[in-house]
C-alpha cells in the first residue's frame, strides 16, 4: 500500500506560480510512476503530467509550456510547478501512484496516463487562480 500526501496548494493571482508537492511513503519510489490530476466539480479527473521510474516526464498539451513535473527520488516526492496560472486552472490536484511502471518510458514510450493505470490516489489540494 502506497500513502500520497499533497502540499502546496492555495489561492494564487492570474500569472503567478505555484509549486505542489506530493509525497510517497513506499519505500520502494524508485519503481513508480507518479502523476498529477486536476479536477473540477461536475467534470472528469484530467490528466495533467506523469514522472516515469528514470524520471522522464510528459505532460498535457493544455498545460505544455506552463506546468512541469519533477521527482526526486531521495524524497519520495513528485513536483508540478506551475507557471503563469490561470483562472481556468483552479481546480483540486491530485497526485497519483503507478505500481506497475517497471516497463514503461514516458520518454517516447508507453506513458501511464489515464486513470486506470494508477493504483494510489492522495487526498487532493485546492489551487485558486483569481
Known amino acids: 500500500h502506497v500513502q500520497l500526501v499533497e502540499s502546496g496548494g492555495g489561492s494564487v493571482q492570474a500569472g503567478g506560480s505555484l509549486t505542489l508537492s506530493c509525497t510517497a511513503s513506499q519505500s520502494t519510489y524508485r519503481s513508480i510512476c507518479m502523476a498529477w490530476f486536476r479536477q473540477v466539480p461536475g467534470k472528469g479527473r484530467e490528466w495533467i503530467g506523469t514522472?516515469?521510474?528514470?524520471?522522464?516526464?510528459s505532460v498535457g498539451d493544455s498545460v505544455k509550456g506552463r506546468f512541469t513535473v519533477s521527482r526526486d527520488n531521495a524524497k519520495n516526492s513528485v513536483y508540478l510547478q506551475m507557471n503563469s496560472l490561470k483562472p481556468e486552472d483552479t481546480a483540486m490536484y491530485y497526485c497519483?501512484?503507478?505500481?506497475?511502471?517497471?516497463?514503461?518510458?514516458?520518454?517516447?514510450?508507453?506513458?501511464?496516463?489515464?486513470?486506470?493505470?494508477?493504483?494510489?490516489w492522495g487526498q487532493g489540494t485546492q489551487v485558486t487562480v483569481s
Open positions: 497519483a501512484a503507478d505500481v506497475n511502471c517497471a516497463s514503461e518510458y514516458c520518454g517516447g514510450g508507453v506513458c501511464p496516463i489515464a486513470l486506470s493505470d494508477f493504483d494510489y
Open positions: 514522472s516515469d521510474t528514470e524520471g522522464m516526464t
